[in-house]
């Protein structure tokens, strides 16, 4: 069963747009929310995290929404780059105790020039 | 600092033989752990370990064993590979268990045959 759903699984956007992948969780003990960004052939790296305490978190162009109602949140990607172009996975886990994560399945991101 | 390494990058094994794939960390990290990436399958937890001496199981840890003599050493074993087993392998660390950034490795190609 997968803990953590990640939508879409591809998204093609033009220079300058925005990009929004979402990803929806079940388990309400979960209260920390990472994005890792992957380029091809490397291993991902954290890009931007959350906890529920506040409904969104910004660090220059990347943006997270969350909705603790919903069990959801979202990567806004504002004016977005070719640079950009990589494979984003959402997870969730516990921030205490064992810090297991449960990765969604990944959104490959082409930004075209 | 290295970081998080791993080695071998590539590997190609026959069904049934056994291999032990490396990864160290050089951050002091107390927490460890071994994913797989399979296409449209994200990234899924097959051992972890949160300080030397102890290990546990993920999701996934059906034919694999971990040990953790050090804490700069996890290493992966495969007892006896099977064509399942084919995947992107990536080992990371976090500083101690609870929200923090995983540092991942550059991760390790197997193919069974």
């Known amino acids: 069963q997968q803990q953590v759903k990640q939508s879409p699984q591809s998204l093609i956007v033009q220079k300058g747009g925005i990009s929004i992948i979402n990803c929806a969780y079940e388990n309400t003990a979960f209260d920390y929310f990472p994005w890792y960004q992957q380029f091809p052939g490397k291993g991902p790296a954290l890009l931007i995290a959350?906890?529920?305490?506040?409904s969104e978190k910004k660090e220059g162009r990347f943006t997270i929404s969350f909705n603790k109602s919903a069990k959801q949140f979202s990567l806004h990607i504002m004016d977005s780059q070719p640079g950009d172009s990589a494979t984003y996975f959402c997870a969730a886990g516990r921030g205490t105790g064992a810090n297991n994560l449960f990765f969604g399945t990944g959104t490959r991101l082409t930004v075209i020039p | 600092n290295a970081g998080v390494t791993q080695t071998p990058k590539f590997q190609v094994l026959k069904t049934g033989q056994s291999m032990t794939l490396q990864c160290a960390q050089d951050?002091?990290?107390?927490?460890m752990s071994w994913y797989r990436q399979d296409p449209g399958m994200g990234l899924r937890l097959i051992h972890y370990?949160?300080?030397?001496?102890?290990?546990d199981q993920g999701e996934v840890p059906n034919g694999y064993n971990v040990s953790r003599s050090t804490t700069e050493d996890f290493p992966l074993r495969l007892l006896s590979a099977a064509p399942s087993q084919t995947s992107v392998y990536f080992c990371?660390?976090?500083?101690?268990?609870?929200?923090?950034?995983?540092?991942f490795g550059p991760g390790t190609r197997l193919t069974v045959t």
């Open positions: 959350i906890r529920p305490d506040v």
């Open positions: 951050m002091n990290h107390e927490y």
């Open positions: 370990s949160v300080g030397a001496g102890i290990t």
């Open positions: 990371a660390s976090s500083y101690i268990a609870g929200a923090y950034e995983q540092y």
